[in-house]
């Protein structure tokens, strides 16, 4: 039987993207930055996942105002990084667990969640930096070290999913790989945020105070946490902070009592609080 091992919250700041790219992590405004991720890389190598469900958000990259799925389940054998306008990253494709994705499939919409099955798709900086941050530098003629299955949750265009609904999508989640019959370590990522807004009045919001209680309380009380309203995260955390509601998706997958083996919260990135957690089930 496959299994969720662990969970992993990450931001997905596209500047890091292009600060690993361009060889600049060592300059002094990224250098803590990418400190802070010295762990989870060793993390990662010590508790090799057989795949990732790496939950994350398109930017209108791949779905623009014309189909606006709210969940997005990557089935395809493979995703290519996204031209998102200055080329692909130079990072590999992404190749898909094509078998445990068909499965969750079929698992989810028989469980009531009707997600959208993507036979083709390629992925921006919200899937590719936090494989970046988390599994190091990979060139585009290397591979990433496992498969990974995408989601897509749709935080862009009003109405995104509550939290309550991601966290009990979460929850299908974990129902359905644990249905799969092979043994495979499986992490999963939920990504995007912390506290960030891009456009208008209040461009350059940052919460840090909010973002670290949200940090305690996701891990503490995580149907708190998923009972957080889309006003709050408006209101305390900025126009793009509500791309959090993804991390629920992740903790709902988990069990109540996790153990957090770590923590990262690093102002500024960009406009964008970096936050990152490593949640291990116990
Ligand atoms: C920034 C953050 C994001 O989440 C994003 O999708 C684009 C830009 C930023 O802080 O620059
Ligand atoms: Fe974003």
Same mark, same amino acid.
């Given at each position: 039987?496959?299994?969720?091992?662990?969970?992993?919250?990450?931001?997905?700041?596209?500047?890091?993207?292009?600060?690993?790219?361009?060889?600049?992590?060592?300059?002094?405004?990224?250098?803590?930055?990418?400190?802070?991720?010295?762990?989870?890389?060793?993390?990662?190598?010590?508790?090799?996942?057989?795949?990732?469900?790496?939950?994350?958000?398109?930017?209108?990259?791949?779905?623009?105002?014309?189909?606006?799925?709210?969940?997005?389940?990557?089935?395809?054998?493979?995703?290519?990084?996204?031209?998102?306008?200055?080329?692909?990253?130079?990072?590999?494709?992404?190749?898909?667990?094509?078998?445990?994705?068909?499965?969750?499939?079929?698992?989810?919409?028989?469980?009531?969640?009707?997600?959208?099955?993507?036979? +083709?798709?390629?992925?921006?900086?919200?899937?590719? #930096?936090?494989?970046? !941050? /988390?599994? =190091?530098?990979?060139?585009? &003629?290397?591979?990433?070290?496992?498969?990974?299955?995408?989601?897509?949750?749709?935080?862009?265009?009003?109405?995104?999913?509550?939290?309550?609904?991601?966290?009990?999508?979460?929850?299908?989640?974990?129902?359905?790989?644990?249905?799969?019959?092979?043994?495979l370590n499986v992490v999963i990522f939920g990504t995007g945020g912390m506290s960030?807004?891009?456009q208008a009045e209040r461009a350059g919001l940052i919460n840090s105070d909010w973002?670290?209680?949200?940090?305690?309380?996701?891990?503490?009380?995580?149907?708190?946490?998923?009972?957080?309203?889309?006003?709050?995260?408006?209101? +305390?955390?900025?126009?793009?902070?509500?791309?959090? #509601?993804?991390?629920? !998706? /992740?903790? =709902?997958?988990?069990?109540? &009592?996790?153990?957090?083996?770590?923590r990262h919260y690093h102002v500024p990135a960009s406009n964008t609080a970096v936050?990152?957690?490593?949640?291990?089930?116990?």
């Amino acid at each position: 039987m496959a299994r969720i091992t662990a969970g992993v919250g990450c931001s997905h700041v596209p500047a890091i993207g292009v600060a690993m790219d361009t060889n600049i992590t060592e300059q002094d405004y990224w250098k803590p930055v990418f400190n802070g991720f010295e762990f989870s890389r060793q993390w990662m190598k010590d508790n090799k996942p057989d795949v990732v469900f790496l939950v994350y958000n398109d930017h209108c990259t791949v779905f623009d105002a014309s189909c606006i799925p709210t969940f997005a389940l990557g089935c395809a054998a493979e995703f290519p990084p996204a031209d998102e306008g200055w080329g692909p990253r130079p990072v590999p494709v992404v190749k898909n667990h094509q078998k445990m994705a068909s499965h969750i499939a079929q698992s989810l919409v028989l469980d009531e969640f009707d997600i959208t099955i993507m036979n +083709e798709m390629e992925v921006d900086h919200g899937l590719t #930096v936090p494989m970046s !941050v /988390m599994f =190091g530098d990979h060139g585009v &003629d290397d591979e990433w070290p496992c498969p990974v299955i995408p989601l897509a949750v749709n935080v862009v265009q009003y109405p995104a999913p509550l939290g309550r609904r991601c966290y009990n999508l979460g929850k299908a989640v974990r129902r359905a790989i644990e249905s799969y019959g092979e043994d495979l370590n499986v992490v999963i990522f939920g990504t995007g945020g912390m506290s960030h807004q891009l456009q208008a009045e209040r461009a350059g919001l940052i919460n840090s105070d909010w973002d670290k209680r949200f940090l305690d309380l996701l891990t503490e009380d995580p149907v708190a946490a998923s009972e957080i309203t889309h006003l709050e995260y408006l209101r +305390e955390t900025g126009s793009e902070g509500i791309e959090m #509601v993804m991390w629920h !998706v /992740m903790r =709902g997958a988990l069990n109540d &009592d996790v153990r957090e083996v770590h923590r990262h919260y690093h102002v500024p990135a960009s406009n964008t609080a970096v936050g990152h957690i490593i949640l291990e089930n116990i």
